[in-house]
């Protein structure tokens, strides 16, 4: 068959010209080569020789840098060109089959213009990034050339009356449309750049954040394919395969996508709104969010609408391609009427969507789109939302810096309360913008899927579809039904979580008193409410999800039913299967609705509490810290006396006192110099205005040494902040004095001025007072180094840090953490001990550079070597060397020598001011008071002995928790993956192969905690549904396929047994079921060739009723499998929970030396809610959707079964995908985790310090770390976003091209006579399902890997060792009253704390008759706790024994063992629950005798005084009493259990010396009769001891009674008191 460009028919004149050149359509053709030839010609070489000297040229960091004016219409315009010329070549190649010759020049020029386009935008693409623009000339002649060019055709084509019901009139017209436009956008980039014809070109910087190599997002930057397909992304996602993806590797934020930017616009919009007219109005947030964020909100609509109308091609394309399938099959091509112009044939523009191949292209392209805008929507919801995150989260910081103290002492706004709004709440508005384009979306998608489904079936249909309708209200319902129990759940679940909480943090204590399996139960207690709630969770989800799969089947069920009632005949194969895919369609936006509605009801809630946070109170201005004065004049000009009334209580004379001296003092200027701070007529509130201090009126002396003393509760701690100004002024001033050369001014000014003038001189002088070093009483450390937390953020001097090191003695603590001072501390850093944590604080105060210094009680953790060398080196040494102002709150008096200034204090108001010498010479009997309590003091002294007790504890417990570190490392989970990686790092293909394995061993583990049974059902119902909903619609395609065949046959009944005998002769496309029916309508059917009643009808109603019982067994299933599910996934975690809480609080106490605190609570709360409420969502819709895709893939490849050749690459590309995704989705999701908790610490740290910070002035710096945190967060789950858009877009495509393969696989097949229409809208169908859920496949994978670690962390901690609880001897064999005497006999005793470790008490032996008072002291680390912990088998005692009244404690049960001593611990603890769950919580003992216990530990008259006496509340870890009450209880609940042996572990380490001269005495008497062992802190207290031990490196000593031991001079007890003394 000859080729030739015009074609050579016999008749035409192919190349005859007689009519002029252009009246020959052959040369207007060949006209329209040249400008495409020319193109090539001239891009060809030098786009070859630009890309072999790419690499010298110098290259911007991203090739993407720079775009031209125009740049994404030129991309879309050059798209639309392609798709044109495209149509173009089908409709030339498709004319040209109705020619007798082939005619080149009708496709020939579509195919190069096809090539030409693809050049024009490669060529582009690379001038941009190598901004080259006078190269782009090129492209505007070209554009210019083919636009005259078609131009020309399309004249030619009107002078021919040739219109638009011909295809090729259409498709020129739109090419000269395109040729245009695209001549227009090269036009503008001239006009902009000036590139050609102007003398000077505009000179282009890149964008600032491309200047910046640190910018790795670059999806704003790049060009418009690699926007739609995440190509960019590509390098990141593969490299993750070599090595996991680190914040480096992701770099910074964009400026318009950083926090800062973000806020700002937030801010504007909410400032804007407040007006002139109402300043209190509070401006409404939803109107802020809108003004700031609502342009890509909108943007992000149009793609989804875009997208949900192209979603309606599929089911279109499909009715179309299985109609025309059957009219071809069935013989009915009808003659085309053939039109020719310029002798050549012309296709009419009806036939283009005849044509069933061009059906399946344009339902792939409708798909690529759909896909693609859908894509483009997500991402741009999902960044807009992460922008609003990050903007909320800056206002609430914000707004938490300005929070008023009061605020938060007085529990309106709780620290649970601010994490909340930060954790939750922002999260919460976050999902509702990227959910809310669906809210406008779905209505439109509703109904246009209606409309179409009355198109195809008439009302049938929209009785189907109301199914769906009126089920909308049942999901709803079960939608708000989940949040109120998942609400309830939380609950219990943080109850739970405290209650471990406690349990964790006292679990010493439980275990010392036998108390473990009291609070284990009531966890368990709790667990067992949020279980029930759980059940509830889980059934109304397995509700949800079987609605799902349901509400579908149901309305194809009814659609169909009703339609043979109706009609009382069966739909075609092509509107049944459109019909489905429509159903499919429709079914997504009711579910969704139910969900988005939910969450904008939730972001109603969330942004009222946002509202009410944004309004809260603030925190006073700063103006009365410079001087100027914030209390109104009239409340400071009342006369002194006015408050006589409040001081009744106190004798005249101390009034007369106090306000002689102020007025005497404000007569003398000169003096103001030496004051650093003032506060006169003082009356301070925490809120609810009951006065906490009343009538203060004190001056603290410039670079002095203030003390300020007084009893425990007698506002001294608020003092401080009320001069800090965090308490709310009633009356009087505080005064800062400012430089010294405005100082007179000043005072003037404070004294006499009116408050105009004040104001005006507080501007006049600079408004920042000094920032104030101050160290808070409770301890407060940032998740940092020890080094971060002492310079806080003033330039490290090392000098200077060595010596507040020094000072602080913090040098041998430091030598013990793993890092020295650059081990991480504070909440998830190491826990550190009480006295480390103060020590760290009070380094902190003394670094900073500031003139004042404030401490809280520093000494308040501290034994007292540490307190006096903090004193000489730290106060009198460090900071007196400086002048530094320093105002010191203390219970140690011994220490009132030292000071400048007095303040004595008493109740809420000011007792005396003065220097030691005043109080001495004016109130003698204070003075004496003092001084028996400093004698008191002063005998306590022991340096050493002091020394060694707690500090020394404290360090031990690090030694050991480190050195124990070492040995465990295996247990170490947190670290393993990085042990993994440094093994096998000469081995790289082995790490990655590790990384991308699914772990299977863990998801077993999972399931058959969750019981065999329940697994077998899981299984088999899942494989049953999904047979029985291929089955349905297997059924459906015979039905409609037979039917049809029967009624189109017509009256020709031969015909129609040929059909059917064709389906028979095939028996590879149908199943025996299939065949059999087939042969029985065979023969029903040749009897009765003529005759069509009767057999159809029973064929019909045979359809129908195994089609209704299909549907019916169907729906069945859904519900089984969505059960079995969730119940599976819930018995797992009970089970889970169960063995996990059982096992560590039976762990021995080493355990909880060695794992720390934040790592056994993150199994009990993040893992265990994975396990809870995560896994079994994710293991179920993985499960769905895998079913669904393979259902779908057999499906097909059982109709067409060349479609098994398509198949395998795509799946080899699709393994590719999947692999390469997981590896990166896992570290990107690692990522966003771990940068989110340093963000939600950094803000319950920020909440936790505030009056630190404050003081400290430090706001700018933790707002700037705020920032950074949150952009470091932001942009991991950007990029794990544009991951999962990444993988969609490649999904999808995927799934598009599987579309296309399974209809051209049919078409082809048809023609070779392969299956029937029926069985082809079949393929189709499905293959459209497989496109929604292959991505889910691939992400449900990578979450379910990501869950199951949560599974892989608990079972590490399930193969701990428990404690032996057992014994050798039967609890029943044990006395009921042992031990009644309490002797104690030591036989050469040998302890060590792990068999790894060395011994800490070495063959020690000794006799401690009933009833004998012991003391034991000892330097550091010479083992007395160890001894303590020895009496109740707490350590590894390996050899030797302790006999206590003849029975060898290491024989009998624990339970028994610690039930029957008593013990009181250093650290006190008490738990959340009343005063008697605290005294006695196993609900033994009746009230009298807890009433005892209170009188005897000094407590009785503060209890009664409790709303509710014995049942008032205490809060956790007892936050409501004070250090030294709480030791009072603890002694109180020793004394209630009545074991006649007590051991005393420096239990009076945190009271004054009053109290704890009253309970030396009550001990002593209240103990008369039993056996009391001391561990000494103080040496004096032991001194009236029977029985003296003293010990030296697990030895001892000495042993003797105080006398004896105090004869031999040289002896270490005589020592120790010597030094003391």
């Known amino acids: 068959m000859a080729l030739s460009f015009c074609g050579n028919d016999e008749n035409a004149s192919s190349y005859s010209v007689d009519d002029g050149m252009l009246n020959n359509g052959c040369f207007v053709d060949a006209l329209n080569l040249v400008p495409h030839v020319f193109?090539?010609?001239?891009?060809?070489?030098?786009?070859?020789?630009?890309?072999?000297?790419?690499?010298?040229?110098?290259?911007?960091?991203?090739?993407?840098?720079?775009?031209?004016?125009?740049h994404n219409l030129r991309w879309i315009l050059t798209f639309s060109l392609l798709f044109v010329h495209v149509c173009e070549f089908a409709e030339g190649i498709v004319s040209n089959k109705m020619m007798d010759t082939n005619h080149l020049h009708l496709f020939m020029p579509a195919f190069m213009g096809f090539v030409a386009a693809t050049t024009s935008v490669v060529y582009y693409h690379n001038i941009e990034t190598s901004n080259f623009p006078k190269l782009l000339l090129v492209l505007f002649i070209y554009w210019v050339l083919a636009f005259i060019t078609k131009s020309i055709k399309l004249w030619k084509f009107v002078e021919y009356k040739v219109g638009l019901q011909q295809l090729r009139f259409c498709i020129?017209?739109?090419?000269?449309?395109?040729?245009?436009?695209?001549?227009?956008?090269?036009?503008?980039?001239?006009?902009?750049?000036?590139?050609?014809?102007?003398?000077?070109?505009?000179?282009?910087?890149?964008?600032?954040?491309?200047?910046?190599?640190?910018?790795?997002?670059?999806?704003?930057?790049?060009?418009?394919?690699?926007?739609?397909?995440?190509?960019?992304?590509?390098?990141?996602?593969i490299g993750a395969h070599k090595r996991p993806i680190e914040l480096k590797k992701i770099g910074k934020l964009p400026i318009a996508m950083r926090a800062l930017t973000n806020y700002l616009r937030l801010k504007d919009a909410y400032e804007d709104q407040k007006t002139a007219e109402n300043p209190d109005r509070a401006p409404s947030i939803w109107r802020s969010m809108y003004r700031a964020f609502g342009r890509p909100i909108l943007l992000s609509s149009t793609f989804r609408y875009l997208a949900d109308l192209l979603g309606f091609a599929g089911p279109l394309c499909i009715s179309g391609i299985v109609r025309n399938l059957t009219l071809e099959g069935g013989g009915a091509t009808q003659d085309k009427i053939r039109e020719t112009y310029f002798g050549v044939h012309f296709m009419l523009s009806t036939e283009l969507l005849q044509n069933t191949s061009v059906l399946a292209v344009l339902l792939f392209l409708a798909l690529v789109l759909q896909r693609t805008f859908l894509q483009a929507s997500y991402y741009v919801t999902i960044e807009t939302g992460i922008n609003l995150r990050g903007a909320l989260l800056a206002m609430i910081y914000n707004k938490i810096l300005r929070l008023s103290t009061s605020n938060m002492s007085m529990g309106e706004m709780t620290l649970g309360q601010i994490n909340n709004l930060v954790a939750i709440e922002t999260n919460q508005l976050m999902w509702f913008l990227f959910l809310c384009p669906n809210l406008w979306a779905m209505p439109v998608q509703i109904v246009m899927g209606v409309i179409l489904l009355y198109y195809l079936l008439g009302w049938s249909a929209l009785i189907g579809a109301s199914v769906i309708v009126l089920l909308a209200p049942v999901q709803y319902l079960i939608a708000t039904k989940l949040a109120d129990t998942q609400k309830s759940t939380l609950?219990?679940?943080?109850?739970?979580?405290?209650?471990?909480?406690?349990?964790?943090?006292?679990?010493?204590?439980?275990?010392?008193?036998?108390?473990?399996?009291?609070?284990?139960?009531?966890?368990?207690?709790?667990?067992?409410?949020?279980?029930?709630?759980?059940?509830?969770?889980?059934?109304?989800?397995?509700?949800?999800?079987?609605?799902?799969?349901?509400?579908?089947?149901?309305?194809?069920?009814?659609?169909?039913?009703?339609?043979?009632?109706?009609?009382?005949?069966?739909?075609?194969?092509?509107?049944?299967?459109?019909?489905?895919?429509?159903?499919?369609?429709?079914?997504?936006?009711?579910?969704?609705?139910?969900?988005v509605v939910r969450f904008a009801v939730k972001a109603l809630v969330s942004v009222q509490k946002l509202g009410e946070f944004l309004q809260s109170d603030e925190i006073g201005d700063d103006s009365w810290r410079n001087g100027d004065m914030s209390v109104p004049s009239e409340a400071a000009k009342k006369h002194p006396g006015a408050t006589k009334a409040i001081n009744r209580k106190q004798p005249l004379r101390y009034?007369?006192?106090?306000?002689?001296?102020?007025?005497?003092?404000?007569?003398?200027?000169?003096?103001?110099?030496?004051?650093?701070?003032?506060?006169?007529?003082?009356?301070?509130?925490?809120?609810?205005?009951?006065?906490?201090?009343?009538?203060?009126?004190?001056?603290?002396?410039?670079?002095?040494?203030?003390?300020?003393?007084?009893?425990?509760?007698?506002?001294?701690?608020?003092?401080?902040?009320?001069?800090?100004?965090?308490?709310?002024?009633?009356?009087?001033?505080?005064?800062?004095?400012?430089?010294?050369?405005?100082?007179?001014?000043?005072?003037?000014g404070t004294f006499s001025c009116s408050e105009a003038e004040e104001e005006a001189h507080g501007h006049t002088m600079s408004k920042n007072r000094y920032s104030v070093a101050y160290a808070t009483q409770k301890s407060w450390l940032l998740n940092a180094t020890v080094e971060e937390n002492i310079t806080f953020g003033s330039p490290f001097n090392k000098q200077r840090y060595k010596a507040v090191i020094d000072a602080c003695s913090l040098q041998l603590d430091i030598d013990l953490l793993p890092f020295g001072d650059q081990t991480e501390i504070g909440e998830r850093g190491i826990n550190?001990?009480?006295?480390?944590?103060?020590?760290?604080?009070?380094?902190?105060?003394?670094?900073?550079?500031?003139?004042?210094?404030?401490?809280?009680?520093?000494?308040?953790?501290?034994?007292?070597?540490?307190?006096?060398?903090?004193?000489?080196?730290?106060?009198?040494?460090?900071?007196?060397?400086?002048?530094?102002?320093?105002?010191?709150?203390?219970?140690?008096?011994?220490?009132?020598?030292?000071?400048?200034?007095?303040?004595?204090?008493?109740?809420?108001?000011?007792?005396?001011?003065?220097?030691?010498?005043?109080?001495?010479?004016?109130?003698?009997?204070?003075?004496?008071?003092?001084?028996?309590?400093?004698?008191?003091?002063?005998?306590?002294?022991?340096?050493?002995?002091?020394?060694?007790?707690?500090?020394?504890?404290?360090?031990?417990?690090?030694?050991?928790?480190?050195?124990?570190?070492?040995?465990?490392?295996?247990?170490?989970?947190?670290?393993?993956?990085?042990?993994?990686?440094?093994?096998?790092?000469?081995?790289?293909?082995?790490?990655?192969?590790?990384?991308?394995?699914?772990?299977?061993?863990?998801?077993?583990?999972?399931?058959?905690?969750?019981?065999?049974?329940?697994?077998?059902?899981?299984?088999?119902?899942?494989?049953?549904?999904?047979?029985?909903?291929?089955?349905?619609?297997?059924?459906?395609?015979?039905?409609?396929?037979?039917?049809?065949?029967?009624?189109?046959?017509?009256?020709?009944?031969?015909?129609?047994?040929?059909?059917?005998?064709?389906?028979?002769?095939?028996?590879?496309?149908?199943?025996?079921?299939?065949?059999?029916?087939?042969?029985?309508?065979?023969?029903?059917?040749?009897?009765?060739?003529?005759?069509?009643?009767?057999?159809?009808?029973?064929?019909?109603?045979?359809?129908?009723?195994?089609?209704?019982?299909?549907?019916?067994?169907g729906i069945t299933l859904c519900l089984i499998t969505s059960l079995t599910v969730e119940f599976l996934g819930l018995s797992a975690a009970t089970n889970l929970h169960h063995n996990l809480l059982n096992k560590i609080i039976h762990a021995p106490l080493r355990f909880f030396d060695v794992t720390p605190l934040g790592q056994i609570l993150n199994r009990f709360s993040a893992d265990t809610n994975i396990i809870d409420q995560h896994i079994p969502p994710t293991l179920e819709s993985l499960t769905r959707s895998t079913l669904l895709c393979l259902s779908a893939i057999g499906v097909i490849s059982r109709i067409t079964p060349s479609f098994v050749i398509a198949l395998v690459p795509l799946a080899v590309a699709f393994y590719f995908i999947q692999k390469y995704f997981r590896v990166a989705s896992k570290d990107l999701q690692d990522l966003d985790d771990s940068t989110q908790l340093p963000l939600l610490c950094h803000f319950s740290e920020t909440a936790e310090g505030l009056t630190t910070i404050r003081a400290f002035r430090h706001e700018a710096r933790f707002k700037q770390r705020m920032l950074e945190l949150t952009d470091t967060n932001n942009t991991a789950y950007l990029f794990l976003s544009a991951a999962n858009r990444w993988l969609e877009v490649r999904t999808d495509y995927l799934g598009a091209v599987i579309v296309l393969a399974a209809a051209g696989t049919s078409i082809w097949g048809l023609h070779c006579g392969e299956p029937s229409g029926g069985l082809v809208g079949l393929a189709l169908t499905y293959a459209l399902t497989v496109t929604n859920y292959l991505n889910w496949v691939v992400r449900n994978l990578a979450d379910l890997e990501v869950q199951m670690a949560a599974v892989k962390k608990v079972n590490s901690f399930l193969s701990t060792e428990s404690e032996n609880y057992e014994g050798s001897m039967d609890s029943s064999q044990v006395p009921e009253n042992w031990p009644q005497d309490g002797g104690i006999k030591i036989q050469d005793l040998c302890v060590r704390y792990d068999p790894m470790l060395?011994?800490?008490?070495?063959?020690?032996?000794?006799?401690?008759?009933?009833?004998?008072?012991?003391?034991?002291?000892?330097?550091?680390?010479?083992?007395?706790?160890?001894?303590?912990?020895a009496f109740f088998n707490m350590v590894d005692i390996f050899e030797g024994k302790i006999v206590i009244d003849g029975i060898d404690i290491c024989k009998l049960p624990l339970q028994t063992l610690r039930s029957r001593l008593s013990i009181i611990l250093q650290d006190p603890v008490l738990f959340s629950g009343s005063i008697r769950f605290n005294l006695d919580p196993e609900r033994t003992c009746?009230?009298?005798?807890?009433?005892?216990?209170?009188?005897?530990?000094?407590?009785?008259?503060?209890?009664?005084?409790?709303?509710?006496?014995?049942?008032?509340?205490?809060?956790?870890?007892?936050?409501?009493?004070?250090?030294?009450?709480?030791?009072?209880?603890?002694?109180a609940r020793?004394?209630?259990?009545?074991?006649?042996?007590?051991?005393?572990?420096?239990?009076?380490?945190?009271?004054?010396?009053?109290?704890?001269?009253?309970?030396?005495?009550?001990?002593?008497?209240?103990?008369?009769?039993?056996?009391?062992?001391?561990?000494?802190?103080?040496?004096?207290?032991?001194?009236?001891?029977?029985?003296?031990?003293?010990?030296?490196?697990?030895?001892?000593?000495?042993?003797?009674?105080?006398?004896?031991l105090l004869e031999q001079e040289d002896g270490m007890f005589a020592s120790f008191v010597k030094a003391d003394m």
């Open 832 to 1113: 550190l001990s009480g006295g480390q944590r103060q020590r760290i604080c009070v380094a902190r105060a003394l670094y900073q550079n500031t003139n004042i210094v404030f401490l809280d009680d520093p000494f308040s953790a501290l034994d007292i070597h540490l307190s006096d060398h903090l004193m000489q080196e730290g106060i009198l040494k460090f900071l007196q060397d400086d002048k530094r102002t320093v105002v010191l709150v203390t219970h140690k008096l011994q220490y009132l020598i030292h000071a400048d200034w007095i303040i004595a204090m008493k109740g809420g108001s000011v007792l005396r001011e003065g220097t030691l010498k005043d109080i001495q010479t004016h109130d003698v009997e204070l003075y004496d008071h003092w001084k028996t309590l400093m004698n008191r003091q002063d005998q306590e002294l022991e340096k050493d002995i002091e020394q060694d007790s707690q500090t020394t504890l404290e360090r031990k417990t690090l030694r050991r928790a480190f050195y124990s570190r070492e040995a465990k490392n295996q247990m170490d989970d947190e670290d393993e993956e990085e042990e993994e990686e440094e093994e096998d790092d000469d081995n790289l293909s082995m790490t990655t192969n590790r990384r991308s394995k699914v772990p299977w061993k863990v998801c077993w583990c999972y399931m058959s905690s969750g019981g065999f049974f329940m697994v077998f059902l899981m299984v088999s119902s899942k494989l049953l549904k999904h047979s029985v909903i291929v089955a349905i619609d297997y059924w459906l395609a015979m039905w409609s396929s037979k039917s049809n065949q029967t009624i189109v046959a017509g009256p020709n009944g031969t015909c129609q047994v040929q059909e059917i005998h064709r389906n028979a002769t095939f028996p590879g496309t149908s199943d025996y079921e299939v065949q059999y029916h087939s042969c029985r309508f065979l023969k029903a059917q040749t009897s009765t060739p003529l005759d069509f009643g009767p057999p159809v009808c029973v064929q019909d109603s045979l359809y129908l009723t195994v089609f209704i019982i299909l549907c019916a067994a």
């Open 39 to 70: 193109l090539l010609f001239i891009t060809f070489p030098i786009l070859f020789i630009g890309w072999g000297s790419q690499s010298s040229k110098v290259q911007i960091h991203h090739n993407t840098w720079l775009h031209f004016p125009g």
């Open 655 to 748: 009034q007369m006192d106090n306000y002689e001296q102020p007025s005497r003092r404000q007569m003398r200027p000169s003096e103001t110099e030496d004051v650093a701070v003032k506060v006169s007529n003082g009356c301070f509130t925490w809120g609810s205005n009951l006065s906490t201090l009343s009538d203060i009126n004190i001056r603290i002396p410039t670079g002095q040494l203030t003390m300020i003393v007084g009893q425990v509760g007698c506002g001294k701690s608020s003092l401080l902040l009320a001069m800090l100004g965090e308490m709310q002024t009633i009356t009087g001033r505080v005064h800062w004095s400012k430089l010294p050369d405005c100082e007179t001014l000043l005072h003037q």
């Open 1534 to 1604: 020793a004394f209630v259990r009545k074991s006649s042996i007590l051991i005393m572990d420096e239990a009076t380490a945190s009271i004054d010396m009053a109290t704890e001269n009253i309970l030396q005495k009550v001990v002593m008497t209240a103990f008369a009769d039993r056996t009391v062992v001391t561990i000494a802190h103080r040496v004096h207290t032991i001194l009236t001891a029977d029985l003296v031990i003293v010990m030296k490196r697990g030895n001892i000593l000495e042993y003797d009674k105080p006398e004896t």
């Open 172 to 237: 020129t017209a739109l090419l000269v449309i395109l040729y245009g436009l695209l001549m227009a956008v090269e036009v503008n980039v001239i006009r902009i750049r000036k590139y050609v014809f102007f003398a000077n070109p505009q000179k282009v910087k890149p964008p600032e954040d491309l200047q910046d190599l640190g910018v790795r997002f670059l999806q704003p930057f790049v060009n418009l394919l690699s926007k739609a397909t995440y190509w960019w992304m590509n390098p990141l996602i």
């Open 1398 to 1429: 060395k011994p800490v008490l070495k063959h020690v032996n000794a006799y401690v008759q009933p009833g004998q008072k012991v003391g034991i002291c000892g330097r550091t680390g010479s083992g007395k706790s160890s001894l303590s912990l």
């Open 491 to 595: 609950e219990h679940s943080t109850d739970r979580l405290k209650k471990t909480t406690e349990i964790l943090k006292g679990i010493k204590l439980l275990k010392l008193y036998a108390w473990e399996n009291i609070f284990c139960g009531s966890v368990e207690e709790t667990r067992g409410k949020e279980l029930t709630s759980l059940k509830t969770f889980a059934f109304y989800t397995s509700m949800s999800i079987f609605m799902n799969a349901a509400i579908p089947i149901a309305a194809v069920l009814v659609t169909f039913v009703m339609h043979h009632i109706i009609t009382k005949s069966s739909p075609s194969p092509s509107e049944a299967f459109a019909a489905l895919a429509l159903f499919n369609i429709l079914v997504t936006p009711l579910f969704l609705l139910s969900t």
């Open 1486 to 1531: 009746n009230d009298e005798r807890l009433w005892e216990a209170l009188e005897i530990a000094q407590l009785k008259n503060m209890v009664q005084a409790l709303p509710g006496g014995l049942d008032a509340v205490v809060t956790e870890g007892g936050e409501n009493f004070s250090v030294g009450q709480r030791q009072l209880f603890c002694l």
